[in-house]
């Protein structure tokens, strides 16, 4: 009885050890590679960012040319906020209120040179702003160089901050000079008619003065 308890405890060490030792490993790499792959689909690419910026950029310089508050309603986040040219920061709440009561009022604005830099569901944009409106009466018309911040949420791409990166710079508007007068030379004035009598005169020769002959007081 002893030696078959000691044979069967020996056969179950032995398969113990041809399990740990012997056995098939376990394939891993198909494992990485579906993990790898669902990072890969879910992680957007630089260049399919850049183009959602753009477009999306395209469609805030329309929404702000037509003051369409539902239009930027949609694009800016609730925790936007704006910094204006003199360094006002607006809300979201207030920027929408004062479009829509006309304290500020764009009549077109454009963004140039567009540049984007993505870092997964965050891109910042840098822009050249050109733009033509007013703030409570007061001109903001002018150029410069603007920042934007998106953060891609659940429901989309949405713009968390916009600051000039500088102050407004006016367009020159350089005046056209007058076209110079046409000066005409002075015409050739003739010279002054020549008095015959002088000029005979003149060349007539000095009479000679006869010396006084001395009278003879004798006579």
């Known amino acids: ?47 399919a960012t850049e183009a959602d910026i753009k477009r999306m950029i395209t469609d805030l310089a329309a929404a702000l ?14 925790n936007y906020e704006f910094v204006s040219a003199d360094g006002q920061i607006m809300t979201k709440a207030e ?15 454009t963004f140039d040179d567009v ?3 993505s870092y997964g569901d965050a891109a910042v944009a840098t822009a050249r702003v050109t733009q033509k409106g007013t ?14 911040v998106f953060v891609k949420m659940k429901d989309g791409w949405k713009i968390v901050h916009g600051a000039p990166s500088g102050p407004l710079v006016a367009e020159k ?36 003065m006869k010396p006084k002959s001395n009278a003879n007081t004798n006579k």
Not at 17 to 37: E, K, L, Q, R
Not at 66 to 76: G, I, P
Not at 135 to 148: F, N, P
């Open 173 to 208: 508007t350089m005046a056209t000079p007058a076209p110079a007068a046409n000066k005409t030379p002075p015409a050739n004035k003739p010279p002054p008619p020549v008095n015959v009598n002088k000029a005979v005169n003149a060349n007539k020769p000095a009479p000679t």
């Open 115 to 117: 540049n984007v830099r």
């Open 95 to 109: 920027r929408i209120e004062a479009i829509s009561s006309g304290d500020m009022k764009l009549e077109s604005i």
């Open 1 to 47: 009885m002893k030696n078959r308890i000691f044979q069967f405890a020996m056969l179950l060490a032995a398969s113990c050890v041809f399990s740990s030792c012997g056995g098939p490993t376990p394939n891993t790499n198909n494992a990485n590679a579906n993990v790898n792959t669902n990072v890969n689909a879910a992680t957007p690419s630089a260049a």
């Open 65 to 78: 040319s037509a003051n369409d508050t539902a239009a930027l309603d949609k694009m800016w986040a609730d």
């Open 135 to 148: 703030l409570k009466g007061k001109d903001t018309s002018g150029t410069s160089m603007a920042t934007i």
